[in-house]
């Protein structure tokens, strides 16, 4: 039996570019080198898909310690809650107002990206604050 030591986290979306940009810029990843053989994404899309640029794109963490994110173009949008979520774990380690004093200066930091907020969950200790990616696909920040 073999132990999976790496995996990608894979977004289905309608803007490739605009959900990567956004992911790049919560996380702190930096797009990935195209495919080899090409120099581009665009290169690369443009070889598989000509009439569709922009099906696909990849995001890493330059650090090397998160997953990959991959980023594929669908023809259908979002319809109902996700199944699996990101959770952006900026509180870890804190409790109480000091918590919550964390995760709202992320929130701030996000809506100006396009994040939009759901709703905070609070019991005086811990916390978690709901929210959406530009295209609705919900996270935590936790």
């Avoid at 290169?43 to 696909?56: A, I, L, M, T, V």
């Avoid at 759901?118 to 959406?132: A, F, K």
């Amino acid at each position: 039996m073999s132990t999976i030591r790496q995996f990608q986290v894979t977004f289905d979306c309608a803007d490739t570019e605009r959900v990567a940009d956004f992911w790049c810029e919560v996380l702190g990843y930096v797009v990935a080198p195209p495919p080899s053989g090409f120099d581009t994404w665009a290169d690369f899309n443009r070889s598989h898909f000509p009439e569709d640029e922009g099906s696909w794109l990849a995001c890493l963490d330059p650090s090397g310690a998160g997953p990959r994110l991959f980023f594929q173009r669908v023809p259908e949008g979002k319809v109902a809650k996700n199944k699996v979520h990101l959770d952006v774990r900026v509180g870890t380690g804190l409790v109480g107002e000091e918590r919550l004093a964390a995760l709202e200066a992320e929130c701030a930091r996000l809506l100006p990206l396009g994040a939009v907020r759901e709703r905070l969950l609070y019991d005086g200790t811990d916390s978690c604050i709901v929210m959406q990616d530009v295209e609705g696909n919900e996270f935590c920040l936790d």
